[in-house]
Every structure is written in structure tokens, then in C-alpha cells.
């Protein structure tokens, strides 16, 4: 079975959108009104202060439904209509002012209510469409070609109406299994098109370049295109691509060319590292201002132990203490674990560090060669 993480199907788009739970809305109408009643006791002008809980609705329509607004609104007219009737005010206009300003403060924000539910819902559905395009543009997993088995987690954190640019990919070239996980610099739908353009090149380049450090080339390539006609369109900021490549060729030590990316860990007998990574290159788009082309290097024999690869998503995660995942210790307390069950006991143990503060895309593979 794969254990691709992806997010539960988001029903946010189809239901009221509050942070405001009925009994906090009627505990809050009646506390603040005695409140305000009390208050003019207190001054021996009862019920004077109740005109002031006009803005009730109004605030009620922020974090609330349309029927608590609506709720909200009718409770204030009426307490207002009593303590009118109570202790009028000396002019009849004044009366009628009074209880006319409250009833079209409170429509408007009825209206109001509304206007932001289904603006909210409109940006969770696009949010949502752009979350399961990510998926479907990336590989289920596990993958297994020839030798080599790549199991993962991919979580696309969808935060603030915005989603991450994390991808992956593995294919089976010419040349031997070729493995890219990559994140975007920043979020949106910009980052998902520099990402796809990423996804795209490699997808080609892996099978026609013979070099890993070539296929390297055409993806700094690709984004320095898509950054040329983002600027062209005006539509976004240069963005940048780190990324990590791999190559398992059957007969040659396996190669890797970093692009400033978060460098992968080995796990083997019990005992978790990182992988010492000699050249790390600029992030993809930036290759111009590199003074020396990129290079792939050899790794050390896999055939023994995993490799765990990642993006910023999991080791910048923060706990309740605000401290980051420390995924050097927790991989170690892992190491033990099963080649084909150690991604998801790792994606279980983040999610138990972090809890629903993950703020960014979890995208988290490993590579065990037989």
C-alpha cells in the first residue's frame, strides 16, 4: 500500500466558516448585556448602556456565521427596543435614530457576514484544486525500478489560502533510476508553476542526458526560463529551486548533485548520519552566478542502508516550545526501523513533534537499493 500522506478532502468550502461556536456567542450576548446593564446601575442611568452593544453584530460578522450575526443582531435591537421603552430618551427623534441605526448596523452586517463566508469559500476551493493538482502531478508512492525502491510522505500544507512548491520524482532512464526532490522558494500559484516547470524538465532531461550533472544544467535551465516570463508577465518575483538529484546506474557508484538543498541522511546498522556532501551547488535558477559549473559526485555504497531525503518543510517544522525539528536525533532514535516502514514512523514522529503547526509542505523520501 503507498503511504503517500496527502490531506483529508477539504469540506471547509462547503460550510459556514466560524471561529465563534454557539454557546460562546449566546454566553457572550448575555454576559456583555448584564455587563452593560450593570454598569448603569451602577451610574443610576440603567440601561443607558446598552445602546453601546450596536457593534456586537459587527463583530459577530468577522468570526462568525450568517446565522450568528443574524442571532447577534437580533438580540441587540430588542435589548435596545427595551431599554428604549424602559427609559426613553427625551426627544422622540432621538428614539427612532437610536433603534434606526441599530437595525441598519445590524443589516449591514448580515450582509457583511456573508460577503466574507463566500469570499472564504471561494479561496478554500481554489486552494483546494491547486493542493490536488499537486498531488496528481507527482508520482504515488512507493516506487520500485530495477534495484531501487523509493518510499515517501508528501503532505501539501495548504496555509493562509496559499500552497507549497515541495516535488518529487524518480524515473527509470538509459542511464540508471534517477531520483529529484525539490522545493520552491515561496508559495502560491507562482511557486506551483516554477515547481511543474522543474517536474517537466526533469521528467525529460533525465532521460536524454547522459551526465547527472547535465540533467542539473537543463533544470537550472527551466527556471531561468519560467523567472523570464514570470518577469515578462509581470506576474511574480525571480524565483529560485533548491533541489537535490540522484542517480543509481547498475555497475557504477551511485552520484548526486546538490543544488543547495538540505543534504540526506544515511541509516545504516541502527545508526543514522548525514551523508557528507562535498559540493553543494547554487539553487536552480541561479546557476549563472556560479563560478565553477555543477558537478556530481560518487556517494558511499547504499546497498545496506537507506537514504532519507527531505525538504525545509520537515526540519523547519517547530514544536510547541518553538524549537525545530531535530530530525538528526529523531532519525537516530529511528534507525531501527524497517527500510519500508521508516518514512512513515518519521512522518508519525513529526506530526507528533509539531502537531497542526506545520506551516509549510512535508515531502520526505527514502531510497533503499537491494
Known sequence: MPTIRTAAPDTRSTRPVSLLTNRMLVAGLIGLTLLAVLLGAFADEEWRHVPFLVFLPAFTAGIGTVRQTSIAAAWVVLAESAALLHRPLPAVSANVAMLSFSVVLSALSIVGCGIRIRQQQEINRLRSVSAALQRQMLRPLPVRLRDVTVDGVYEPVEEDSMVGGDIYEVVESPFGVRLLIADVQGKGLPALGAAFAV????????????????????????????????????????????????????????????????????????????????????????????????????????????????????????????????????????????????????????????????????????????
Not at 557528507?276 to 545496506?304: I, M
Not at 537514504?307 to 532514535?333: M, Q, W
Open 199 to 370: 517536474l517537466m524538465a526533469f521528467r525529460e532531461a533525465a532521460q536524454r542526458e547522459r551526465e547527472l550533472a547535465d540533467v542539473a544544467v537543463a533544470l537550472d535551465e527551466a527556471v531561468a526560463r519560467y523567472n523570464a516570463y514570470a518577469k515578462q508577465q509581470e506576474r511574480a518575483p525571480e524565483r529560485f529551486v533548491t533541489a537535490l538529484l540522484l542517480c543509481f546506474a547498475e555497475g557504477r557508484a551511485a552520484e548526486l548533485v546538490n543544488c543547495g538543498h538540505i543534504p540526506p541522511y544515511h541509516v545504516r546498522a541502527g545508526r543514522a548520519e548525514p551523508l557528507p556532501v562535498r559540493e553543494t551547488g547554487l539553487p536552480l535558477g541561479l546557476g549563472a552566478l556560479a563560478d565553477e559549473p555543477r558537478v556530481a559526485e560518487p556517494l558511499p555504497s547504499t546497498a545496506e542502508g537507506t537514504l532519507v531525503l527531505c525538504t525545509d518543510g520537515v526540519t523547519e517544522a517547530r514544536g510547541p516550545d518553538g524549537t525545530f525539528y531535530p530530525l538528526h536525533s529523531r532519525l537516530r532514535a529511528l534507525a531501527a526501523t524497517p527500510a519500508d516502514g521508516l518514512a512513515a514512523a518519521l512522518d508519525q514522529d513529526l506530526h507528533g513533534f509539531a502537531g497542526d503547526r506545520l506551516r509549510d509542505d512535508v515531502a520526505l523520501l527514502t531510497v533503499h537499493t537491494d
